[in-house]
């Protein structure tokens, strides 16, 4: 197969880990005879420091003529709330290529895998059997919706809107319950429906889109119970299916769950399959170009890229496959190492990775 990636490393430790996963990239290639061709493009700091933006149009075109993005991660370190090089970052890059590219439908999977279980704060039995698809609706609601800041009597006021079409809704639905009858059948779609008139559209439409996935058993939650579900009986859930604000905050609490953010990868699509993959963990200024970032996460992301937007589900394997093959070596980085135990470096663990393709 001959595709084209778009390769935006970004700030902090995405180069690191970006250039770790173009190396089982190009391993992919050789043993699979393939041509998945990567081109970096600027994005962040980098971007700023030789275009003045952090997206600069020349990125922008580089993404219109590839067949997806693998993307690192953006964003400078806290205490520099006021440099140019990252300020509003995440805004600028992450949220106008969601928003540029429709790529409505966020996958974000989690797992339990054994390296890090005992990271989960969760005990054992709780988390037992845990496998969960959080789909969660990228480019519309609260997050698009008009806001402003103005005074009123003297006070200043600001409002943000939650705003949803009934097309926005019907689409990212079909994506989760499509995900959930490759599973298993079930369909968690979580709302605030008891106060929210926003709520009240997605179960209308939810009630009529299901009736096309009668294999699917569809149940409705609110928010704030989702919240403790997913900590006292996460194994319940099969897909859960959300808003773009209550996705964003489910997802952080559910790799918290899985005791493993900085592993866990995510997948946001448009309807013709093109796709931005990214770690869900950000750009660890603090542990950045010391080699010692995990690219795991990213390394999974590379594998949604193949099964989601190439269909290459052997390879998407291999490359899953090889990760956990590299853990039962004994091989991991530093943050997954008990003290004392030897670990690689960032480019020693992709290179480990790409040789057990
Ligand atoms: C995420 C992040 C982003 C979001 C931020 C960086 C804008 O938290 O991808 O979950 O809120 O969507
Ligand atoms: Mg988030």
């Known amino acids: 197969m001959q595709k084209n990636i778009s390769v935006l490393a970004g700030d902090g430790i995405g180069p690191e880990i970006t250039t770790a996963t173009v ?5 992919v290639n050789q043993h699979f005879n393939h041509a998945l061709t ?19 149009e020349e990125t922008i075109a580089l993404a219109e003529k590839s067949d997806a993005i693998l993307f690192g991660a953006v964003g400078g370190p806290v205490n520099q709330p006021d440099n140019p090089r990252f300020k509003n970052v995440e805004k600028n890059v992450i949220l106008a290529l969601r928003q540029r590219f429709d790529l409505f439908a966020n996958l974000r999977p989690l797992k339990i895998l054994p390296i890090a279980a005992a990271a989960s704060p969760l005990k054992k039995k709780i988390i037992n059997g845990l496998d969960i698809l959080i ?16 005074e009123e009597n003297g006070e200043r006021v600001a409002e943000d809107t939650n705003r949803y079409k ?19 059948r079930k369909a968690t779609v979580v709302d605030k429906a008891n106060v929210l008139e926003t709520s009240r559209l997605w179960r209308s439409v939810t009630e009529a889109v299901k009736k096309d996935f009668s294999e699917v058993a569809v149940e409705y939650m609110y928010i704030d119970n989702a919240a403790m579900q997913l900590v006292r009986a996460p194994a319940n859930f099969d897909v859960i299916i959300t808003e773009n604000m209550f996705g964003d905050i489910l997802s952080d609490l559910g790799g918290a769950v899985v005791g ?9 699509l448009n309807g013709r399959n093109f796709g931005l993959y990214e770690p869900i963990h950000g750009s660890a200024p603090d542990i950045a170009g010391k080699n010692i970032a995990n690219p795991t996460a990213q390394i ?3 594998a949604l890229m193949l099964r989601h937007t190439f269909g290459l589900e052997r390879e998407a394997e291999a490359v899953e496959k090889a990760v956990s093959a590299a853990w039962a070596k004994g091989l991991k980085t530093k943050d997954l190492a008990a003290p004392g135990e030897p670990w690689l470096g960032t480019k020693e663990f992709g290179q480990a990775v790409a040789d057990l393709i």
Do not use: C, N
């Open 260 to 268: 493993s953010i900085g592993l866990l990868p995510s997948a946001s």
């Open 135 to 150: 789909v969660r609706e990228l480019v519309s609601g609260i997050y698009f919706g008009p806001r402003r800041q103005y």
């Open 23 to 27: 190396k089982v990239l190009k391993s």
């Open 300 to 302: 999974f992301s590379l």
């Open 38 to 56: 990567p081109t970096v493009g600027l994005v962040g700091g980098d971007a700023y420091d030789r275009y003045g933006v952090h997206l600069p």
């Open 166 to 184: 009934a097309g926005e809704i019907e689409r990212i639905l079909r994506v989760g319950f499509k995900a959930a009858a490759g599973r298993r």
